[in-house]
């Protein structure tokens, strides 16, 4: 993806970039005082708990990261948290990057001191990348309040903030704004209507077929009724091939969005002083809820600040951060029964009626591939 903010969920052939080799192996060995090695670490008790875990990860002293832009899910929020607490640099690459690109960039380069240390995933892509032995096995302390169905068994990653597709409007350039998809078909919403990126790529627009599809008779077994709903958007006009990112909401250059309910409310928030009066809806026709998930490089240069800032996002801090950026957090859950949850953030939330169900793994391999070979037709000519 080029010009959208891609956390995605990465549908097609994995094809590696052709990226020059200029970094070197890394020499940080990250080893404790007593001998123990942070690369096979799969919790902080492994290098003799948390303290020590933060003392390896200080000597390392840097983060690679990948792929997170500061707007998103209040990730500049984070990062400025977690660099302030353990005085560790996160060197952001390719912020608007996607997870094609982060995976690109795992393979690429390998045992160079350049590689990403922690992935932000798609869920369907973090399941393809722990089959390819991408990823290390590593436990957060508060590992066993993540849901079972938002986690992998063996910890290779497990899901951290996300929430639900919604519907964006710009109020002063819509004199109706929609508020089911069913509504995106209107003759007077006629070149307004936009996706997050492309949804072979892009999981926020790979999200919003899918909820097309729950919205047009279809299933977390059958997304095609979500691709013939995009035709017929194309077909009669609506359908708008540029990808919505901030610049683009505040231009008003895609008039209404189809995004995660966290990155609408954001735009709500963001340019609200700049005149921009951006309503939020989450369609009742069209209910799809999706997280995120964490996880880190087998082969990351920094193992221990890359565990390290595992344990900050599952922190009661790091999940109150992504609460504060309007994405619920996996372990919200639980911290309402502990009683951290920011209850102020979590009042701000879009509202939304229902429990959320989440399709398999098998569900979404198979949605992958009925979207990579028809999406391009779907909205061609």
């Known amino acids: 993806m080029t010009v959208s903010l891609p956390r995605t969920a990465a549908l097609g052939v994995i094809a590696a970039?052709?990226?020059?080799?200029?970094?070197?192996?890394?020499?940080?060995?990250?080893?404790?005082?007593?001998?123990?090695?942070?690369?096979?670490?799969?919790?902080?008790?492994?290098?003799?708990?948390?303290?020590a875990l933060v003392k390896a990860a200080k000597a390392e002293g840097t983060l690679n990261a990948i792929a997170l832009p500061r707007d998103w899910a209040n990730y500049g929020a984070l990062i400025d948290g977690f660099?302030?607490?353990?005085?560790?640099?996160?060197?952001?690459?390719?912020?608007?990057?996607?997870?094609?690109?982060?995976?690109?960039?795992?393979?690429?380069?390998k045992g160079q001191d350049r590689a990403p240390d922690v992935l932000d995933l798609g869920s369907s892509f973090a399941i393809s990348a722990a089959q390819q032995g991408l990823l290390a096995p590593y436990k957060?302390?508060?590992?066993?309040?993540?849901?079972?169905?938002?986690?992998?068994?063996?910890?290779?990653?497990?899901n951290d903030y996300g929430g639900y597709i919604s519907i964006g409007c710009d109020a002063k350039r819509v004199k109706a704004c929609?508020?089911?998809?069913?509504?995106?078909?209107?003759?007077?919403?006629?070149?307004?209507v936009a996706l997050n990126g492309n949804p072979t790529k892009s999981g926020s627009a790979f999200g919003g077929v899918w909820a097309a599809a729950l919205a047009s008779g279809g299933s977390f077994d059958d997304i095609q009724p979500g691709l013939d709903f995009f035709k017929k958007l194309k077909k009669n006009g609506n359908y708008t091939p540029v990808e919505a990112t901030p610049a683009t909401v505040e231009k008003g250059e895609t008039p209404i969005t189809i995004d995660w309910d966290y990155l609408n409310a954001g735009y709500a928030d963001e340019f609200k002083s700049k005149g921009v009066d951006w309503k939020v809806s989450v369609p009742g026709d069209g209910k799809f809820s999706q997280y995120y998930s964490q996880a880190?490089?087998?082969?990351?240069?920094?193992?221990?600040?890359?565990?390290?800032?595992?344990?900050?996002?599952?922190?009661?801090?790091?999940?109150n951060l992504w609460l504060a950026g309007y994405a619920r957090p996996?372990?919200?859950?639980?911290?309402e029964k502990a009683g951290t949850l920011d209850k102020t953030a979590a009042a701000k939330l879009p509202e939304v009626s229902g429990t959320p169900a989440f399709p398999t793994e098998a569900q979404q391999n198979k949605a992958k591939t009925v979207l990579g070979e028809g999406w391009a037709k779907a909205v061609s000519g």
């Not at 096979?40 to 003799?48: E, K, M, N, R, Y």
């Not at 998809?181 to 007077?188: E, G, I, N």
């Not at 996996?330 to 911290?335: F, I, K, S, Y």
């Open 83 to 109: 660099q302030k607490k353990y005085g560790i640099k996160v060197a952001v690459e390719n912020p608007d990057g996607s997870s094609q690109d982060e995976i690109n960039a795992v393979t690429s380069r």
């Open 140 to 158: 957060v302390a508060s590992f066993a309040d993540i849901p079972d169905g938002q986690k992998d068994a063996q910890a290779r990653w497990y």
């Open 178 to 192: 929609p508020t089911t998809f069913a509504d995106l078909l209107k003759p007077q919403y006629k070149g307004q």
């Open 330 to 335: 996996a372990l919200m859950t639980a911290m």
């Open 17 to 51: 970039l052709a990226l020059s080799a200029c970094g070197a192996a890394p020499e940080t060995s990250s080893t404790t005082a007593d001998g123990k090695n942070a690369a096979t670490a799969t919790s902080a008790a492994d290098l003799g708990g948390l303290d």
């Open 296 to 319: 880190i490089n087998k082969d990351a240069p920094h193992p221990a600040a890359a565990r390290l800032w595992q344990e900050y996002l599952y922190s009661a801090e790091g999940q």
